[in-house]
């Protein structure tokens, strides 16, 4: 089996990446990816001589390059390749169309053209809006999305619905809730708190505090999405989701306990336009159909990611610093 994942060098698809290289050492693995500020190769250091691995520095939205990966044989996509930060979608627009709209035709197309066993699209559940105090998002909720981001993702979507209605493709779409662990961009509640609690720095958190997010262990997603890719029934939805509704006050008290700071850390800024209150995933038809179950409880999670930032301090300061560019540079000149 030869898969192509799309946004390999991000946070979910490095985290795929070496899932899918310990459960399938048998496939063999083109990462597509176009290194945006998001994308960092450091993540698959431990893999990339690996002779099943492999990457290639392109943009989905660039017909020619997508073309020619295509031409090497492609048995299954998997489409994680997006911008995916809803506060810079709020800045710049543009960049988020072209890449999670536009990017996506064009790896249809190529699907298409070049004939593929699945194409998956790893969408989110901002596509649903946001709910109210009760109720939890399924497969059959209308879209509703409120950001530049999310309306983009819904796009994506609705054309892998089109080229699955209009051109038979073997498609699957796939909604997951916030992720949280290992090598996720320090942009993002979670990391970004941590990183910043080690600092001393204050914490911003949004409005009030209580919008609830519903977090689900990178791992799991990737098991899901590995389960989806084989079992998938054709033309499906599936909503992915631990059963893990917390506020975002709840995360912040939470990284402070374990790193030991003080509450007085916590500032209250502005809230972020349009920004949704709270999402929650209903995920029985992918645990009943597809026999998906999480494998970690949201406490010990965050410890494990907690931990895990305390143990790789370089690797997000390297971000921070922009000297994992320097990385890229020496590693891949000017590919
Ligand atoms: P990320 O921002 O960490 O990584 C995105 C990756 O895509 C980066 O490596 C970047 O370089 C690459 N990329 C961006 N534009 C590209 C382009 N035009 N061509 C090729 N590569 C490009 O994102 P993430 O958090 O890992 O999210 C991955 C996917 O999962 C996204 O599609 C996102 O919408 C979806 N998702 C994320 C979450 C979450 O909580 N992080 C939850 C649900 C769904
Ligand atoms: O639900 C899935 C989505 O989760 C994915 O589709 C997105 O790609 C991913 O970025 C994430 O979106 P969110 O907007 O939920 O994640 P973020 O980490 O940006 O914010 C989580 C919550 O924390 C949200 O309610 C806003 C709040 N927040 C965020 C930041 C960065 C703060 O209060 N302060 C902050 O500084």
């Known amino acids: 089996m030869k898969l192509l994942v799309t946004g390999g060098a991000g946070f979910i698809g490095s985290n795929f990446i070496l899932y899918m290289m310990q459960q399938h ?32 520095h392109a943009d989905i939205a660039d017909k020619e390059a997508v073309d020619r990966i295509f031409q090497q044989g492609i048995d299954v996509v998997v489409n994680f390749a997006a911008e995916s930060h ?4 709020i800045l710049e627009p543009e960049v988020f169309v072209n890449t999670n709209v536009l990017g996506t035709q064009v790896l249809l197309d190529a699907s298409k053209k070049y004939g593929v066993t699945k194409y998956v699209q790893v969408s989110t559940d901002e596509v649903y809006g946001s709910l ?21 993702k819904a796009g994506g979507d609705l054309l892998v619905r089109a080229y699955h209605e209009t051109f038979g493709l073997p498609v699957n779409v796939t909604r997951c809730s916030n992720n949280y662990g290992p090598y996720q961009f320090p942009e993002k509640l979670i990391p970004l708190m941590i990183s910043r609690a080690l600092n001393n720095d204050p914490l911003p958190v949004y409005g009030d505090g209580l919008n609830i997010r519903d977090w689900l262990y990178v791992e799991d997603h990737c098991s899901a999405i590995d389960l989806v890719i084989h079992k998938g029934r054709v033309g499906e939805v599936y909503n992915i989701g631990g059963n893990n509704e917390r506020t975002n006050l709840h995360i912040v008290q939470t990284i402070l306990r374990e790193l030991g700071k003080p509450e007085s850390l916590i500032t209250y800024v502005e809230d972020r336009p349009g920004h949704d209150r709270r999402y929650g995933i209903d995920p029985t038809k992918i645990t009943k159909e597809l026999g998906w179950q999480p494998k970690y409880h949201f406490e010990s999670g965050i410890k494990e990611t907690i931990q895990w930032y305390l143990d790789n301090k370089d690797w997000w300061t390297r971000i921070q610093s922009g000297a994992y560019r320097d990385y890229l540079d020496r590693q891949y000149g000017n590919r």
Do not use: H, W
């Open 25 to 56: 050492p048998d496939y063999q693995i083109v990462n597509m990816d176009a290194l945006t500020y998001a994308g960092n190769l450091e993540n698959l250091k431990s893999v990339e001589n690996e002779p099943k691995y492999s990457f290639v």
């Open 86 to 89: 809803v506060d810079r979608s």
């Open 132 to 152: 109210g105090e009760t109720g939890l998002f399924s497969e059959t909720t209308p879209l509703a999305p409120n950001s530049p981001y999310s309306a983009s």
